[in-house]
């Protein structure tokens, strides 16, 4: 059965800055990401609340890192989460995937893993 390693995980929502253009939020989009849930970074950038601070974890992300995650506006989510695929999925690496889940002491994702769920190791 096919199990999606991201809701185990959420690395990449507690380690990377995530910005995206401002017009992507509800400022400048109808369903955008909502506004009060970023800081705008420039006068092109906007980024999530949480992930641009020394914190480090995205303010829409619920749940715990590296056990039971989810996105609290999964729908309304920016370009730079859509676009950020996990390692392997339609067989395509992600060399930031890995290096977000080894951040988190998460081993990276191999091909396998989106066949077998036994392959999504939690120790790195
Ligand atoms: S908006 Fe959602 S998908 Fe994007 S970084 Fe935050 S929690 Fe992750
Ligand atoms: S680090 Fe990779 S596996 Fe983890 S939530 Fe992000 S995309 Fe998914």
Not at 60 to 76: D, H, K, W
Not at 90 to 101: F, K, L, P, S, T
Request: glycine letters at 6%.
């Amino acid at each position: 059965m096919h199990v999606n390693p991201c809701l185990t995980c959420g690395a990449c929502c507690a380690h990377y800055r995530v910005s995206f253009y401002w017009a992507e939020t509800d400022a400048g989009s109808d369903n955008g990401v909502p506004a009060v849930m970023t800081d705008q970074v420039n006068d092109f950038l906007a980024a999530m609340k949480g992930a641009h601070t020394s914190s480090c974890r995205c303010t829409a992300l619920q749940g715990v890192t590296g056990e039971s995650v989810s996105c609290s506006i999964y729908e309304r989510r920016a370009s730079t989460c859509r676009e950020f695929a996990p390692s392997w999925e339609n067989g395509i690496h992600n060399m930031r995937c890995d290096q977000a889940r080894l951040a988190w002491g998460l081993s990276p994702l191999r091909p396998e893993s989106w066949i077998d769920p036994n392959h999504f190791p939690k120790a790195a």
